[in-house]
């Protein structure tokens, strides 16, 4: 219980806790706040609802754990869109990658209110949906992957020169007076081990100068 707020984990020495879990999806132009149950709960300034009149309702989460391995965690949210309309906007290319927050809270019996500080137990951001479909039934079920993917994801597009460098931080220098170096190694030739031949261009000087060693 030491990661809980004092306040939460006052709450949950209560002889009757009133827990409840919420999910926070931060959609393209609007954040979708979902309660579990049938009901209303202010947290903080924001109201969670059971069914969001727009999307739908929470339907299942699956895949919490509490562990350590080699892989991010991935998490299965189960949503009951509230329409065709509300399906097709939640399975648009744009809305992947939105942040999905699921968090764990009590509910103060005197305000009704939440109690500050819910403790986070999940922060991704969704990835591949799944529609299902029945005779009587449309769910959707998003499979989120932690923002620890981020991690694993490769970069082959960045190149250590000024003209990246500035693309993504304008007006930020520090490269601009880096002279690159490369070892040259003739291709399909023998290669000469008893000296290292290394081009510099010398962005500074405008020339190229060739060294052996």
């Known amino acids: ?13 209560g002889e009757r806790p009133l827990l409840y879990g919420s999910v926070e999806i931060n959609l393209p132009g609007h954040d979708l706040l979902l309660v579990d149950g049938a009901a209303e709960l202010m947290i903080g300034n924001r109201k969670f609802v059971g069914r969001d ?15 350590v391995g080699e892989k991010a965690p991935v998490v299965s949210l189960g949503l009951i869109p509230s ?9 648009d290319p744009a809305v992947q990658g939105s942040p999905v927050t699921i968090s764990i809270g009590c509910v103060d019996m005197v305000t009704g209110l939440a109690v500050p ?8 951001e969704l990835d591949v949906p799944t529609i299902t479909w029945d005779a009587r039934d449309r769910r959707l079920e998003y499979r989120i992957g932690s923002v620890a993917e981020r991690l694993f994801a490769v970069e082959e597009a960045l190149r250590l020169c000024l ?5 993504v931080w304008p007006g930020e220098l520090g490269l601009e007076f880096v002279s690159e170096v490369e070892t040259y190694v003739p291709w399909g030739q023998k290669i000469d081990l008893t000296a290292v031949e290394t081009r510099t261009n010398n ?10 060693t």
């Open 163 to 167: 003209a990246w460098h500035q693309s």
């Open 117 to 124: 500080h819910a403790y986070v137990l999940f922060a991704g």
């Open 203 to 212: 962005a500074a000087l405008g020339r190229i100068t060739r060294d052996r």
């Open 1 to 13: 219980m030491s990661q809980l707020s004092p306040q939460l984990a006052a709450a949950l020495r």
């Open 53 to 67: 009149p727009v999307y739908g309702a929470l339907d299942t989460i699956k895949g919490l754990t509490d562990s």
């Open 83 to 91: 329409s065709a309309t509300a399906l097709a906007a939640l399975v």
